[in-house]
C-alpha cells in the first residue's frame, strides 16, 4: 500500500476535486474558492471529504486525515489548503482541464505606459490646499457679512425698496420703472435697495411657454437690466438676486447679475444684513427676496416669524418675491418698534398670476423709508410722497443752514 505525504498528498487532493467538479460539469462557487497568504483554498462540505476518503481506499492509497489539513468551524464545511496553480484563473460556472505542467507558473506583471489611474487622479496636496482655500475664503466672507454698516453724514435719508421689475415680460410697466429709477437718481438724499428678480430669465426647460412669450430675448432682458441700474447711477446700495435672476447661476455656474452690478455695492444672491448709520443714530437692516414661514391672509407674517423666531433681529425687514403690492407694517418684538415691507412688482399684468387667482401687480411698486438723525424713521408706500417729504425737509435744512 502507497502512502502519499506533504505537497504529494496536496496535489492529489487538488486534482481529485477539480476532477470530481469537473466530471458533474460544475465547479465550486466563488465563495467556496479563495487565495489566501499565497495558497488557493478550496471550501467543501465534510461529505466531499468523505468521498474523497473512500476514492483513497478504493484506489489503494492509505488514509492519512493528518496530511489532509483540515479546519473545524462551526458549520459543517472544512477548508482543504492546496498548492497554488500559478496565474490560473478558474472560471465559476465552467468546466475547467487542469494542466499540471502549469504548476509552478509565476504570475507576469507588465509595463504600463499611458494615462494610468494614478496618473490622471488629482494630487491630494493641491485638493488639501484648494480646500483649506476655499475654507478660509468662506470664513471671511461670514465675517464680513456679519459686520456690513454703510454710514451717512448727520441729514436725513430715504431708502427705496425696489424689487420685481421682470423685465422681459410682456406685462412690464417699463416706463413706470424708468420714471421711479430717476426720481430716485434725482431726490436729495434718496437711494435705492434692489429686492431682487430684475429679469424673467426664463431658461428653464420647464419655462419654455413662458420664455416664448416674453417679447425680449434673454440677452435683451440683461442688457435692459443694467440700463436700469444705469438709470440709478450712484444711488444704488444694496442688492439682492432673487428666483429670477439666480437661475443662472444654479444652472450655468454664472451669476450674471452679480458681474452687471457697480463694484461698490453690498449684493448677496440670498441675504444683506447691514447697518444703517445716519449720524449717530443707526437701524439695523435685512434684506432677503422671499421669506419662509408665509401666510395668504397676512402679507408680512414671514417678515414677522423671521425675527420672533429668533432667526436673525433687525430693525427692518424687507423681502418682495410674493406679487401682492407695495405694503409696510409697523410691529413690536420684545418692546422695540420694527419695520416690515413688501416690495410690489412692476409686473402689472401676468397671465400665470390671472390663471391662478393671484392679486397681482399694479397695487404699488416701491416702498420708501425716511431715517432722520435725531433717531426716528417714517416708512412710506408713495415713492413721490416720500420724495417730497425729502425735499421738505432738505429744504427746511437749507433754511436754518442760512
Not at 38 to 61: A, N, Q
Not at 172 to 191: F, N, W
Not at 345 to 371: C, P, Q
Amino acid at each position: 500500500m502507497q502512502t502519499l505525504k506533504g505537497e504529494a498528498a496536496q496535489k492529489w487532493v487538488r486534482d481529485y476535486i477539480l476532477r470530481f467538479y469537473n466530471q458533474r460539469g460544475y465547479l465550486p462557487s466563488r465563495s467556496k474558492i479563495n487565495r489566501r497568504d499565497g495558497e488557493l483554498k478550496v471550501k467543501v462540505s465534510s461529505g466531499t471529504i468523505d468521498k474523497i476518503i473512500r476514492e483513497f481506499r478504493k484506489t489503494g492509497y492509505q488514509e492519512r486525515r493528518d496530511e489532509v489539513p483540515r479546519e473545524e468551524p462551526e458549520s459543517n464545511d472544512r477548508d482543504v489548503s492546496v498548492s497554488p496553480i500559478g496565474g490560473l484563473n478558474i472560471p465559476t460556472h465552467h468546466a475547467v482541464e487542469t494542466d499540471s505542467s502549469l504548476q509552478g507558473w509565476q504570475t507576469v506583471i507588465p509595463q504600463i505606459s499611458g494615462l494610468t489611474v494614478e496618473a490622471s487622479m488629482p494630487d491630494p496636496e493641491k485638493v488639501w490646499a484648494k480646500a483649506v482655500f476655499e475654507q478660509e475664503k468662506h470664513e471671511a466672507e461670514q465675517r464680513f457679512r456679519q459686520n456690513q454698516v454703510i454710514t451717512f453724514p448727520p441729514q436725513p435719508i430715504c431708502l427705496v425698496c425696489i424689487g420685481d421689475r421682470h423685465i422681459g415680460a410682456p406685462g412690464t410697466d417699463y416706463k413706470a420703472l424708468r420714471r421711479d429709477s430717476e426720481l430716485i437718481a434725482h431726490t436729495p438724499g434718496m437711494y435705492a435697495i434692489d429686492t431682487g428678480d430684475g429679469v424673467d430669465n426664463f431658461i428653464k426647460a420647464k419655462h419654455q411657454d413662458a420664455r416664448a412669450a416674453d417679447p425680449l430675448r434673454i440677452d435683451e432682458q440683461w442688457i435692459l437690466l443694467q440700463e436700469t441700474l444705469r438709470w440709478l447711477g450712484d444711488r444704488f446700495l444694496i442688492s439682492v438676486s432673487g428666483n429670477h435672476n439666480h437661475w443662472s447661476y444654479k444652472i450655468a455656474g454664472w451669476d450674471i447679475f452679480r458681474s452687471l452690478l457697480p463694484q461698490n455695492v453690498l449684493y448677496d444672491p440670498d441675504e444683506v444684513a447691514v447697518t444703517i448709520q445716519v449720524g449717530t443714530a443707526q437701524w439695523r437692516w435685512i434684506i432677503r427676496h422671499k421669506t419662509r414661514v408665509n401666510s395668504i391672509y397676512n402679507a408680512l407674517h414671514g417678515h414677522k416669524q423671521h425675527i420672533r423666531l429668533g432667526m436673525q433681529d433687525a430693525d427692518v425687514i424687507v423681502a418682495a418675491h410674493i406679487h401682492r403690492g407695495a405694503v409696510y407694517e409697523v410691529f413690536y418684538h420684545q418692546s422695540q418698534r420694527k419695520i416690515g415691507i413688501l416690495t410690489g412688482t412692476y409686473k402689472i399684468f401676468d397671465s400665470h398670476v390671472r390663471e391662478e387667482g393671484f392679486l397681482g401687480g399694479g397695487l404699488g411698486t416701491t416702498v420708501a423709508v425716511v431715517m432722520h438723525p435725531e433717531g426716528w424713521m417714517q416708512p412710506f408706500d408713495n415713492l413721490k410722497a416720500a420724495a417730497t417729504f425729502m425735499e421738505t425737509l432738505y429744504f427746511q435744512t437749507r433754511l436754518r443752514k442760512n
